[in-house]
């Protein structure tokens, strides 16, 4: 109890004493997390309302597949881009192996899938008059899909938390491609595993102390947000 | 001599495998109040989803206003632009009322300085003055339903289509909007009304069909008796 208690009060120490290791990895975290989950709002909105409104003959084999996706581990999904970005892959001129870039593609595709899915469970929730009502009142059909998201929207912004909280809290992607490069590409979590195993309990506690933080202030911020707008 | 407003010719719409409508042929002439009376299943709803374009029929001619309609990209954009449905069970949108009425208006591409005019407008016509910055969804029914009335008005249609306007509101919503729909069609605004309600239609100078089954069982003069001919542009269905 004594150490766990020790490891304490070290852990925030280093976060009062604002540990530049301590927050290089915040602020890589919190950097590429919040890229990669624009980028895939950017996809995986229109895909999740693309889907949610459309009927076409595999739409179901879509939508199995876009769930699926949500399961896929993080160390398969880093393996993969692994192969894309390294030096002998496709994109290996471009030099993104062991950079912020490379965690940015691999997390965006991580949260794709999750932000259409949580996307599409909005639409398909949204009450069916809202298209109708638009298009009688002179909307075309894009104009119709906006306004369809727009009373959504909160269902929406519960798929982008979603999607950030996934990517904020990943481990493998993080690790195989940005390589835990200190102050480079080393985020919260990577640092965590490091410092674990290497006997860092308390630093590894402050970052675990941070990356709670940060999650439960976003879903806070969340939820004060929809019931403020609610009826 | 105005070409008709709608002249439908061997309509069939299904839902699913259930035959919804049989229209043989059917013209609505334009700037008249007419009121479409049948019991429920009878094919009003989707005669008015069909007269606003929202759904395309199974098999059939719909011509507006001359124009053969294809139901199909500009068009069919172009023709909505020109009607308007308040459904039988409208929904508002999140936001305030001015947002609400004004939402169609700025759609159909409406002068910034003209939709606030549209809007106070329309509240005041429905007796909602005042409404602008109400939230849409702290409404009552009946003031509810009058905001979806203002919305649809903002429009200025030139053929406004009604599902049920007086269902489930208090007397006095009702008396305005009935008030509105005489006063609208008397302007010459095309009004296409379904309704239980059909001592309007005694009342007034419209014409009430009557569907039953999903067809046209006859057309009635305002003084609800049934005419000895076929009357201004009208012609009956299939019985």
Known sequence: MGFIAE?????????FSADQDVFAAVRTSVGVAAWSVLLAAAFGIPVGVGVGISQFPLKRVVIVVLNSLMAMPTVVLGLLVYGLVSRQGPLGGWGLLFTPKAMIIGQTLLAVPIVAN??????????????????????????????????????????????????????????????????????????IALETSKGEFAFGLALGMILMAVSFSINILLTFMQESHQP | ????????????????????????ELTIASGRLHILAGPNGSGKSTLLSILAFLMKPSHGEVVFAGTQVDWQGKQLASLRKRVTLLHQHSFLFSGTVSAN???GPRARGMAKENVQRAVGESLAMVGL??????????????????????????????????????????????QIIESLVVSLSGQGTTVVMSSHYEQ????????????????????????????????????????
């Open chain 2, 101 to 103: 009425v004004a939402f």
């Open chain 1, 118 to 191: 949580y996307t599409l469970s909005a639409i398909k929730g949204a009450d069916s008059r809202i298209v109708p009502t638009a298009l009688t009142l002179g909307a075309g059909s894009l104009r119709s899909m906006m306004q369809l998201t727009r009373e959504v929207r909160f269902g929406i912004m519960a798929a982008v938390i979603a999607g950030f909280g996934r990517v904020i809290s990943e481990v493998g992607v993080a690790m195989m491609l940005g390589g835990n490069i200190r102050w480079y590409t080393r985020t919260m979590t990577t640092a």
């Open chain 1, 7 to 15: 490891s304490f009060r070290t852990a925030l120490s280093l976060i």
């Open chain 2, 129 to 174: 003055d005042g409404f602008e910055s109400r939230d849409a969804r702290h409404l009552s029914g009946g003031e509810a339903r009058r905001v979806a009335l203002a919305r649809a008005l903002a429009c200025q249609p030139e053929v406004l289509l009604l599902d049920e306007p007086m269902a489930h509101v208090d007397k006095q919503s009702a």
């Open chain 2, 1 to 24: 001599m105005k070409p008709a407003q709608y002249r439908l010719t061997e309509i069939r719409a299904f839902y699913r495998a259930n035959l919804a409508l049989e229209v043989d």
């Open chain 2, 200 to 239: 309007l239609g005694q009342r007034t100078e419209s014409k009430v069909i009557r569907l039953l089954d999903g067809k046209v069982e006859k057309i009635v003069e305002g003084n609800g008796e049934a005419p000895s001919r076929v009357v201004d542009g009208y012609r009956y269905a299939k019985l």
